[in-house]
């Protein structure tokens, strides 16, 4: 990720992509130019890279000229398009490409139209290395395009963000963060997470995602992804982490409007924790922080005792038991723990004293997050 000003960037399209599609574009050229000597015109500023990439892979004698139009403000096009530098050369009877770095609304192309109408050049043909299908409002026709892209601001590869990210090699995309906190809540048995989840969700407007009651929901509901999850479950296999993932998706989804999640339950690998971290990026978002209360295994011992004694939990009677599941939690914490404390995320939060006092410290670090 990349910051330039104010706004966040993530890689999106590849030098060896763009590498690919201006190869691409000149070989097309090539075919349709035959014997004639063309004049590419190049359309300042932001096709100055394309440009240059261009014509080195252009195995004939050409001409390179500019044109230098100025049409986009911060991060939007306009209406309004300034002829800065025109047409410097006569082109009468010449066969002309225009090389554009990115067509969007097609305003700018307009004025090159503008400009050509009295030329009186044998052939104007369109190339642009990218595209905006969707935001494109024009009938011109574009005759060679490079990558088809969606609507979404980018820069590099010529292109800027108010003066920034011309030098890039590669392209990148506008992150428009959604979900502003997220964290993965972590503890022992008997630390009191169901608890907290309830107090946070409520204080931070976020959505508690509990990995059990999103399967026992898909499954009673019978949804693609339950019955998928169920036949593995029926089989005693362990659910694949795609289906679970998927199921997480669907769940992100369903609250777009949230300011974040809670992941109770999930991960519990490294795979995962990846594969998590993939999905907050799909949503232009990120993990933030895994929150573990900890509590000391004496404390955790008397408190579930406590609650067997009320709850008839099978598995909150018997001390034995319960040391087995608290040493359990720590094997297999033990790995994400080291996952997020690499990314600096690990946030580790006294579990002990009253539940608000606990709500304190919690709201404390996630405020920092
Ligand atoms: P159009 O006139 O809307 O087609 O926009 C064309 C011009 O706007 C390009 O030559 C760029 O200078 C600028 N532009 C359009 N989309 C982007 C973008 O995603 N990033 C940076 N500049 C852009
Ligand atoms: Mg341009």
Do not use: W
């Not at 969007?104 to 990218?130: C, P, Q, Y």
């Not at 030098?167 to 972590?186: A, E, R, W």
């Not at 034995?320 to 600096?344: G, M, P, S, V």
């Amino acid at each position: 990720m990349i910051k330039l000003h104010d706004l966040y960037f993530k890689p999106f399209i590849s030098e060896n992509e763009i590498d690919n599609a201006v190869q691409r574009m000149v070989d097309e050229v090539v075919s349709d130019v035959q014997d004639e000597i063309p004049v590419f015109v190049g359309i300042l500023n932001g096709s100055f890279m394309f440009v240059s990439d261009f014509v080195k892979k252009y195995p004939n004698p050409c001409e390179v000229t500019f044109i230098k139009l100025a049409s986009y403000e911060g991060v939007k096009s306009t209406e309004d398009i300034q002829r800065l530098i025109g047409l410097t050369q006569d082109l009468t009877n010449r066969v002309v490409v225009i090389l554009e770095d990115i067509i969007d609304s097609g305003n700018t192309l307009e004025e090159i139209h503008r400009i050509f109408k009295n030329e009186k050049v044998k052939k104007l043909s369109i190339a642009t290395l990218f595209h905006k299908p969707e935001a494109y409002k024009k009938d011109f026709k574009l005759h060679y395009v490079g990558i088809n892209i969606p609507d979404k601001f980018i820069v590099g590869y010529g292109l800027d963000y108010n003066g920034l990210g011309r030098n890039l090699p590669k392209v990148y995309q506008l992150k428009t963060t959604q979900y502003m906190t997220n964290f993965v809540l972590f503890g022992p048995p008997g630390a009191g997470k169901g608890t907290q989840a309830n107090f946070l969700k409520e204080t931070y407007n976020l959505v508690h995602i509990s990995t059990g009651d999103v399967f026992r929901y898909n499954i009673k509901n019978e949804t693609a992804l339950g019955m998928l999850a169920k036949a593995y479950m029926d089989k005693g296999e362990l659910v694949p982490d795609e289906v679970t993932i998927d199921m997480l998706r669907a769940e992100v989804e369903k609250n777009s409007d949230a300011n974040g999640f809670i992941f109770d339950g999930f991960p519990r690998t490294n795979a995962q924790a990846k594969a998590l971290d993939d999905l907050m990026d799909s949503k232009d978002s990120q993990i933030n922080a895994m929150v573990a209360l900890e509590v000391d295994d004496e404390v955790l011992v008397e408190r579930l005792l406590g609650r067997g004694k009320t709850s008839g939990r099978p598995d909150d009677a018997d001390e034995k038991i319960i040391r087995n599941r608290i040493k359990e939690y720590y094997q297999k914490t033990a790995i994400l723990k080291d996952y997020y404390a690499a990314q600096d995320k690990y946030c580790g939060v006294d579990g002990v004293g009253s539940i608000s006092d606990i709500t304190n410290r919690l709201t404390a670090v996630i405020d920092k997050l």
